[in-house]
């Protein structure tokens, strides 16, 4: 048998080439703007110089995420602009051979896995506006499966972007608390070295670091955030917040109690991290890991299907303001949260499977004894 080329795939080549410009553009438009990484950095210029005015502070990212971004202070505009997309783009085919390698993809998934996740709005616009969702995926993929010593240390690295990371840092708060002790460890170094400076910004810069957090949960519509599609569905409800936080709990203890492989509950706690609060789309690169999981299990329609709900045509329309149009507004809030139900659904319907025919075996097995 020949060994496997992308070319003679039709399909495949057909989200190759997509893949290719889609990334070319986010490549050109990081050279020209990383707009997101120059706030970033503007940011931590504003913490160095102006710590007695952080209340109001509106950015809800930790003192690593800093940390990790100093060296590009110190650079260049355009040099830390290519740099940052080297290390993105590094990041990008680090998560392929991750993905590969954890969900034991074929030859052909392989390729198709890059095809398909290469052509997402959100890869495209990660790259463009230098943003740092797929540096935390990578992190969350290099500390996988959290059983070797320093996986906790690697896993720190997430927390440039806390944000996406939370619910695997909780699953391992409860399963293994020792590797989470290095990354607690490893982010408190930020702390550490600014409390030795001086004692006060510390805690100025938790309270507007939980101010700008609220913001997320209160104040900011659309994005991922189910809580937004519902506040702007029913503006009069009293209850979200309390509602939201339940099925959250109740989802993230089920996945946990029932997910027995633990690749497949990585990919779908990523997912959980999006839709309780505000993310803006391009943060939906945390679903490349559950995309690998699609094509693990030869369900090749249904990652086809979520590429083309990712390929952009939402995030075009919100460009041309389509979305601000009166009841279209509520419509379109509900986009990213369907898709992402629909993914923990299909896991959820899985799952249920998994457990019936493994019942079922029992029972046979029972009866032929």
């Keep these: 048998m020949r060994p496997?080329?992308?070319?003679?795939?039709?399909?495949?080549?057909?989200f190759l080439v997509l893949a290719a410009c889609s990334?070319?553009?986010?490549?050109?438009r990081a050279l020209t703007s990383s707009k997101d990484l120059m706030t970033r950095l503007a940011e931590w210029q504003y913490l160095a110089h102006r710590w007695g005015e952080l209340p109001g502070w509106p950015a809800p990212y930790l003192p690593i995420t800093y940390a990790l971004l100093s060296?590009?202070?110190?650079m260049p505009v355009g040099l830390a602009r290519a740099v940052f997309l080297a290390l993105n783009l590094a990041c990008l085919f680090y998560v392929w051979h991750r993905v590969t390698k954890v969900f034991e993809l074929g030859e052909t998934e392989r390729w198709l896995w890059l095809a398909l996740f290469g052509s997402w709005a959100c890869v495209r616009v990660t790259l463009g506006s230098g943003q740092l969702g797929l540096m935390c995926l990578a992190a969350v993929l290099w500390a996988f499966p959290f059983e070797r010593g320093g996986d906790g240390v690697r896993l720190a690295v997430s927390a440039i972007k806390h944000t996406l990371a939370y619910p695997v840092w909780l699953w391992l708060l409860w399963r293994r608390p020792r590797q989470l002790l290095g990354t607690a460890l490893v982010g408190l170094v930020p702390f550490v070295c600014v409390l030795l400076f001086n004692p006060v910004p510390v805690t100025r810069f938790m309270q507007s670091t939980l101010d700008a957090t609220e913001k997320m949960v209160v104040k900011w519509d659309g994005g991922t955030s189910l809580l937004s599609a519902l506040r702007l569905t029913w503006p009069s409800g009293k209850w979200w917040y309390l509602i939201v936080g339940a099925?959250?709990?109740t989802l993230f203890l089920w996945l946990v109690w029932r997910c027995r492989q633990q690749r497949a509950l990585v990919s779908v706690l990523l997912l959980m991290s999006l839709w309780p609060f505000y993310h803006r789309p391009y943060d939906f690169v945390v679903?490349?890991?559950?995309?690998?999981?699609?094509?693990a299990k030869q369900q090749h329609g249904w990652a086809v299907g979520l590429t083309v709900a990712a390929l952009g045509w939402y995030e075009r329309l919100e460009s041309l303001r389509f979305w601000e149009m009166g009841w279209l507004r509520v419509v379109a809030s509900w986009y990213y949260p369907a898709i992402?139900?629909?993914?923990?659904?299909?896991?959820?319907?899985?799952?249920r499977a998994d457990?019936?025919?493994?019942?079922?075996?029992?029972a046979e097995r029972a009866r032929t004894e």
């Design 4 to 14: 496997f080329s992308p070319l003679r795939s039709w399909p495949t080549n057909l």
């Design 23 to 28: 990334v070319g553009w986010g490549v050109f």
């Design 71 to 74: 060296p590009f202070v110190w």
């Design 247 to 249: 099925l959250w709990v």
């Design 287 to 295: 679903a490349g890991p559950f995309l690998g999981m699609l094509l």
């Design 340 to 351: 992402i139900f629909a993914c923990l659904g299909l896991e959820a319907w899985r799952l």
């Design 355 to 362: 457990l019936s025919s493994q019942a079922n075996s029992e």
